[in-house]
C-alpha cells in the first residue's frame, strides 16, 4: 500500500469511527487531543498522520492502532509490499502491521531502526502492554528513563502506558518484532 491508499483508508475508517459513536468532530478533538482542522484533513484523506497523531487518536478513542488500516480475514498472506507501513523519525523509525487478531485486542509489527534512530513514543493507554524481540542488531529501549540495552534473541516486555523511546546508535540497521497486547 502506498501513502496515499494509507491516508485514504485511514480517512474512510476514522470517519466511520467517528459516525458509529454519534461524535463531531469538536467532541473527537477533545477525547483524541488531535485538533478539529487535523481529524478533519485525516478523514479527507488529506493529511498523512504521523505515527504519534495516529497513536494518539487511536488511545482516545480505545482502539487498536490497526483498527484504522486491517481488514478482517481468516487467512490471509501479507506480502511484504503490502503491509501497511509507517515511517517516523526521518524514516530511520519504520513499523510494518503484519497481524491484527479479530477484535483487535493483539497487534504485531516487524520493526525497523535504521541507524541514528530515536523515536519517543506516547504512552499508550492504560493496560496495554508492549513486547519487542530483537531479531537483528542492537536496539537501547528507555522506560520510564531506565535503558535496556537488547541484541539479537532479547525479549523486553513492559507496559505501554510508561513513557518509552527506541533507539538505533549502531552503525547497522537493527530489526524485530514488537507486540501490542491490548488487555
Known sequence: MDKSEI???IGERLHALRRERGMSLDTMAAVTGVSKPML????R?????????????ASGLGVPFTAFIVEESQIKVIRAEEQAAFFDDEDRYQVYNTFTSAGGNVEVFRMRLMPGCHRSSEPHARGVVESLTVFSGTMEIFVANVVHHLSAGDTLSFPGD???EYRN??????????????T
Open 169 to 182: 546508535g549502531s552503525h547497522t540497521p537493527a530489526e524485530g518484532q514488537l507486540v501490542l497486547l491490548y
Open 162 to 164: 510508561m513513557v518509552h
Open 7 to 9: 491516508s485514504a483508508l
Open 40 to 43: 478533519g484533513q485525516i478523514e
Open 45 to 57: 484523506g488529506v493529511s498523512n498522520p504521523t505515527v504519534a497523531t495516529l497513536w494518539k487518536i
